[in-house]
């Protein structure tokens, strides 16, 4: 399954349609109380708090999505932005999608020359090392090359 990049900006109705459905499958602690009720609006909340939403798209069809924390007032600027609710539509899992949607970001960063940082709270995510990711803290950093 080839996925493609793109950023989140005016959703159209298709978008929409497929941000629900992936959302769908997210873990429910992402979603706060006060927060939307369905993916389309959660996700173009967070873009409108500054996060970048990253989208992979196979077949004009929104199949994954990770959202980019910018790292502002980091000091030592070890990183720029954090990868985070990395999530796959469940009918898709298993098929390489989330990898490529990394493979597209760390492409995207080393055009742009921004740092990566995800956070690896249950070990789970070695297979970061052969994208060119290293160990650090408690997690996975992406060097632009």
Not at 36 to 60: M, S, V
Not at 67 to 86: K, N, P, W
Not at 109 to 129: F, H, P, V
């Amino acid at each position: 399954m080839p996925v493609y990049l793109q950023w989140l900006d005016e959703p159209n109705e298709q978008d929409q349609t497929d941000l629900d459905k992936l959302y769908a499958d997210a873990p429910a602690n992402w979603f706060e109380q006060n927060q939307p009720a369905n993916g389309a609006d959660w996700a173009q909340q967070k873009a409108k708090q500054g996060e970048r939403i990253a989208l992979g798209y196979f077949n004009d069809h929104i199949v994954c999505a990770a959202c980019l924390v910018e790292q502002s007032g980091i000091s030592d600027q070890a990183y720029m932005y954090t990868v985070q609710q990395l999530c796959v539509r469940d009918v898709t899992r298993r098929r390489g999608v989330a990898k490529q949607l990394l493979v597209r970001l760390c492409q995207w960063a080393n055009k742009s020359q921004s740092s990566l940082y995800i956070k690896d709270e249950e070990s789970q995510l070695s297979g970061l090392y052969e994208l060119g990711f290293v160990q650090y803290l408690q997690g996975w950093r992406y060097t632009p090359l």
